[in-house]
């Protein structure tokens, strides 16, 4: 009886409190050309291997599943953490203990940790001018400033930072952090050098503004070779995030933050969680054991050789229109069209046409300077698709804005 | 040479944003008696079945964890929403779909997300007097006036409830919600009657207030039997909240929320983790289909067994000083010793011998009102750690305050 309430006669609704975002869109599936939103290839998933990594932990571990945490201490799964801090040492040339590593339900988890830990309204951080749309969004969600830092081929122009870091001392203003993402930066794909890294630390140091490093993508460079982290070389003055969404699988949902105890323990007594799914980390901590390097190793390859069809079918498309930010590693190219192209102008009709790729505007602190860029994911679609997507791509594009005239080997017009 | 600037010389915690909580305590091991936290047996967890499952969906859909919610709608894994949507029929009388479940990640987030759409600072909720500790303190951090309402033996008390209705409607307060734990109430252990659930839907009606249901425990009500869900009675007032925490383990942190579109919608819009583990759902998913009711049979006989065994160490080493809540299921126990003591007084030191409770007034919206009572979660310890326990935990209350006196057998003094 009660549950035929006319429907109308009450909204739950009418008592949500006020400054709620829009609500989400109905789900409408995946559109047939999606170069959007991180996704890794499936076929590089190594299925059957974390079958068997399951089964084993599950097998000799699976009633620790009964315990909070695994009984273990709330900053995750031993076995995972001391995974983190070796392969960090390897790989990141950063020295750190399990007791540094904080695993995190994904990278944005760990974003919104570290963003809460030092934001309140009208603190202002420093972000790359172009850089993950999540992380500008989150930070406007906290009532952040947000100065942009600008980029060049190589990453964060150094020169440019230290002029907006005095500007702001001499408003009296110290920024919370530095976020920036220095190995296979988002979206533009550089990895920044060594020296330009001892002069951010520096500027750091001079201006007593802490650096939030975000290495999501660090496994994935093509060379196999990186600087060491910034965290590496002042784990006093930087945060340091990472993922296993981008070198194994998003939907595992595994992150981590690598910190001093100071900065962990603070951050601890904000998480409300409970933990991150321990099944998750007993899985993974097992494959990554024994498989991750060879696991890493395989999956550039395929990835680089995703990039390469990408490459050479924008060039069969757009010929000279699109400017390429020819990426170090990672799983998505930057590019950009003449500058009187908005992109804006034909991205809703592209997804109503089944092809989606990130506008620039929305990777970018200010929209206006990236109306012309778009970020284009190469990692879940297959070799036929890209090249089927991006002559969609090329046609609706050409359709909005009248470029491409021509690809490289016919005209449009 | 950066790492190796001296200790002290640069603090990152100045940089923190004012407000925080104190720092979390470093992990000390689990205590010796351990009856807090909502643990579950240990050697209850299905782990051989979840091993099975486990290597079958990563060897069939392994390859679906490279993309995001396994390219699957944001509200979580198709097939494990299916079986939340058929076991609340079945079990709780709730006719919804796919389209009105989200996975969480544990039924923790699923509160911090209700609470999130509703409570600005200086909202008036209603919340049971005695109830989750969790629950209280998500509430203060998000600024709400919390107003308790009696309990009895029997759950919430109409008639109390209606006074504060009324009492609030005077003030000119609509509450934002009333949150209760009507089936297996936490600490309480009552479930609550169908006459008195539809007595809650008429207030609800009559004053306007959506009711926030949690339901727990509900899968473990030692009879099998309960009453219809306050959801499945008034689905247009009232969002329902579940997890698999208790009915199968907490470290697979999978809980729900069943609500309609216009709720779930919002709250995607406000939720920022990608999605919970699909590693996680999709072995539940494949587990919970055929062995659930097999499984969640067993637990409650093992469960029931592990109180049988509570309340006679209760009996043997409190005597008459401990008035029990026998509850109808669930994992915990709420009692109460003399007026005179508090329990407070001895918790520290209980826990320093290796003892864990939870102390009243942590689960209490006024902390002295329950000054004299105890939770005691009896699904992780062992009998023989159950009555080693109990008789510790008479020992330390009977040093700091003097009580118990004697025992069933055996005076103290």
Redesign the interface.
Known sequence: M??Q?P?G?????T?????????????AG?PKYNFV????????????A???S???V??Q???????????????GHDRLRAFVARKLAQRSGI?CTVDDVLIT??S??AM?LVN?????PG?TVIVEAFTYG?AIT?LQKLGARIVPAPLDAGGLDMEALAAILGRLKAEGV?P??IYTIPTVQNPTGSVLSLERR?RL??LS?DH?V?IFEDECYADLVWSGERPPALY??????V?HIGSFSKSL??????GYIV?????L??I???K?????????QM?VADYVETRFDDHVEDLRAGLHAKLDVLIEALGEEFGTSAELSVPEGGIFLWLKLPDHVDVRTFAKAALDQGLAFNPGPEWACDPESARSHMRLCF??PSPQHIREGIAELARICFEHTGVPERGANRSRV
Chains 1, 2 share one sequence.
């Open positions: 009660d549950g309430t429907a006669s009450f909204s739950l609704g008592m949500f409190r006020p400054g709620l975002p829009d609500p989400a869109p109905r789900f995946l939103y991180g996704h890794n290839d499936p076929d590089q998933v190594p299925a059957e974390l079958a068997e399951a089964a084993r599950l097998s571990n699976g009633h620790l599943l009964g315990m909070y945490n695994l009984g273990q201490a709330p900053l020295a339900s994904g944005l988890q919104d809460n830990l030092f934001v309140a603190d999540g989150k110290t919370k952090f001892h630390i520096a140091r007593g802490p590496a070389l002042a784990p006093d003055r945060i699988a998003p939907a595992l949902r595994l910190a001093a105890w100071d900065v323990g603070r601890l007594a904000t409300s969680d409970a933990g991150s799914s321990a099944l998750a899985v990692a879940l």
